[in-house]
């Protein structure tokens, strides 16, 4: 199975700041990268897919970049109901995986 | 505004069985392949089983497969997970979601709310 890595596991970031989350493959999946973002309690709600393509309805601040085995997740200027984990996925083979997480607090 | 609705949760003791259920709204599941992710307590998202439009191809992950038979019934709009042999470590929050894309280029692009399913003695 495809491992995924997220870097940082946690941050602590403030309103209006920009976010960079990382995501890396344990092998070559093109561009077949989604993020998605979890709060407690919530639905997961997805953001990007095909690593860079806005889900409808997600706002602009959201954007995604990579390909290959090495993925970024870009916030700008985070907003306060942004505050939450956030995943990747692969859907380059089965079985489908996600990476373990990187949670987004407020600072 | 496309729903999906889980049921069927609750507790369980080690080696019994479950079925939960997922009912859509506002769209047709025979149009999408569908699927299970469970998330356990203070754990990350798994994606657990996959079925096809028609029921006719199922994708298991290894943690669940043998175990666990994932099931539809289009005319109801509702998509089943039979859960056998369940195990404490089958103590989640069991989502269904709905794939878009060609299997396995799935993305998850709508989920339910989830149901909680405990296993324990």
């Known amino acids: 199975a495809i491992q995924l890595t997220q870097s940082p596991s946690s941050l602590s970031a403030s309103v209006g700041d920009t976010v960079t989350i990382t995501c890396r493959a344990s092998?070559?999946?093109?561009?077949?990268l989604a993020w998605y973002q979890k709060d407690s309690g919530k639905a997961p709600k997805l953001l990007i897919y095909?690593?860079?393509s806005l889900q409808s309805g997600v706002p602009s601040r959201f954007s995604g970049s990579g390909s290959g085995t090495d993925f970024t997740l870009t916030i700008n200027s985070l907003q306060p109901e942004d505050f939450a984990t956030y995943y990747c996925?692969?859907?380059?083979?089965?079985?489908?995986?996600f990476g373990p997480g990187t949670k987004v607090d407020i600072k | 505004q496309v729903q999906l609705v889980e049921s069927g949760g609750g507790v369980v003791q080690p080696g019994g069985s479950l079925r939960l259920s997922c009912e859509a709204s506002?769209?047709?599941?025979?149009?999408?392949?569908m699927h299970w992710v469970r998330q356990a307590p203070g754990k990350g998202l798994e994606w657990l089983a996959f079925?096809?439009?028609?029921?006719?191809?199922?994708n298991y992950a290894d943690s669940v497969k043998g175990r666990f038979t994932i099931s539809r019934d289009n005319s109801k709009n509702t998509m089943y997970v039979q859960m056998d042999s369940l195990r404490t470590e089958d103590t989640a929050v069991y989502y269904c979601?709905?794939?878009?894309?060609?299997?396995?280029?799935?993305?998850?692009?709508?989920w339910g709310q989830g149901t909680l399913v405990t296993v324990s003695s």
């Open positions: 979601a709905r794939g878009r894309g060609q299997w396995p280029s799935h993305r998850f692009d709508n």
């Open positions: 506002r769209f047709s599941i025979s149009n999408h392949g």
């Open positions: 079925i096809e439009f028609h029921g006719n191809y199922k």
């Open positions: 092998q070559g999946i093109s561009s077949a």
């Open positions: 095909d690593a860079s």
């Open positions: 996925q692969q859907f380059n083979t089965s079985p489908l995986t």
